[in-house]
């Protein structure tokens, strides 16, 4: 499945939670099915899972100093239905120096991450604070699962 890279980023998260979902659910009628996407957005842009050393760089170097959105979107199909949910968490990176990025790249664990980085692993360093539920940008908002999970 091809995910969404441009657009609204709640949208975007939104729609490939919903594709996610709906892909897996088709495999398995009738069961309970969870998909989920978590967007990075600094200002009105997405910042997808970089390309390359170069592109994590950049999109590091774009986010020191400066607070951006992480963006959760969740999609639960089920026997009742179909039923979404969204959460957002602001995450303000310090400023960080160019040794402090090019370290981080070398060290590769931004591949495969939304906007370049890991909150759960050498990341954490790059993060002065988190406004919202971190789950959200590990990539699982248990809070807002949770409730998604409650019967209507």
Known sequence: MDELEEGDPEAVA???ARAKARAVAARHPGERVLGA????ALDARILGKP?????AADWLAALSGRTHRVLCGLCLIGPQGEREGL????????DLSQREVRDYVAGGEWRGKAGGYAIQGRGAGLVRS??????????LPVAALLELLQDP
């Open 37 to 40: 996407d978590t967007v990075v």
């Open 51 to 55: 390309e390359d050393e170069v592109q």
């Open 14 to 16: 939104l729609a490939n």
């Open 87 to 94: 959460d957002v968490t602001e995450v303000a990176f310090r």
């Open 130 to 139: 988190v406004s919202g539920d971190y789950y959200t940008v590990v990539g």
